[in-house]
């Protein structure tokens, strides 16, 4: 069982490289942004100790043209729910989804359970930590160039087969997030299992494609149309991320 992790940037990224890469194109994929040691520490922390919950956006009062509330199913509330409650539940979440709202995927919602004292001493809450350092967000400052962040949100989340994300653009509720992310810890993955972080022109054709991939910062403007291609069903392993944005409201996450 991992118990602790030595978390810091890797001192030899060319940070004015990246800054200028996101400058010109709104996206930059940083490889390498941690040691081996530590990144194959955080695959062995998503792979083998995190209680996954299903995370979905639920029809609201059955109108499923409307967006509803996330939510989000720890493994007891989905084994009360049973195998019907199951089955009903993602045939809403499916309907939805062929109107190109919402999402399914397994989430552990890593600000919430560290404000709210979720399982003490998880090694997850240094990785929570570690996006909030001075380090991580000095660093994202200046490759996004957005002088005023002031936190990153984060959640760990695993796709599995027939997991997916719709398109979207990430706005939020008073345009805060200066920059998407995905920090990938996913190994070996192959392009046919799906789970393509997809960005789309205004017609709807896909511009860029990335895979998953290991140990690699992929930093974006969140305004651009992006999906997630759903996971096929053969596909042979788990893909393993830690999401979220970089945001400059108030409060900082640390005060």
Request: net charge negative.
């Amino acid at each position: 069982m991992i118990s602790k992790i030595d978390f810091r940037l890797n001192p030899d990224l060319d940070v004015e490289h990246y800054a200028r890469l996101y400058a010109e194109t709104g996206l930059v994929q940083i490889p390498g942004i941690l040691s081996e040691e530590t990144a194959n520490a955080v695959h062995e922390l998503l792979a083998r100790q995190i209680s996954w919950r299903l995370a979905f956006v639920a029809p609201d009062s059955g109108q499923m043209a409307d967006y509803g509330s996330v939510v989000c199913l720890d493994q007891a509330e989905m084994q009360a729910l049973g195998r019907q409650g199951m089955q009903n539940i993602l045939g809403g979440v499916m309907e939805m989804a062929r109107k190109n709202i919402g999402f399914l995927y397994s989430s552990y919602p890593m600000i919430q359970a560290y404000s709210e004292g979720w399982d003490p001493g998880h090694p997850i809450h240094q990785l929570t930590e570690f996006m909030n350092s001075p380090a991580f967000l000095d660093f994202g400052r200046q490759v996004i160039g957005a002088p005023r962040l002031t936190k990153a949100d984060c959640q760990a989340t695993l796709y599995s087969r027939g997991h997916f994300l719709t398109r979207h653009r990430d706005d939020g509720a008073n345009n805060e997030r200066r920059a998407a992310y995905t920090f990938g810890f996913t190994r070996d993955w192959q392009t046919d299992w799906g789970g393509l972080l997809m960005f789309l022109d205004e017609q709807q054709d896909v511009s860029r494609a990335l895979m998953p991939r290991f140990n690699v910062l992929s930093l974006f403007d969140g305004h651009r149309i992006h999906s997630v291609s759903p996971v096929s069903p053969f596909a042979g392993a788990g893909r393993y991320q830690i999401t979220g944005w970089l945001r400059d409201d108030l409060p900082a996450f640390f005060t």
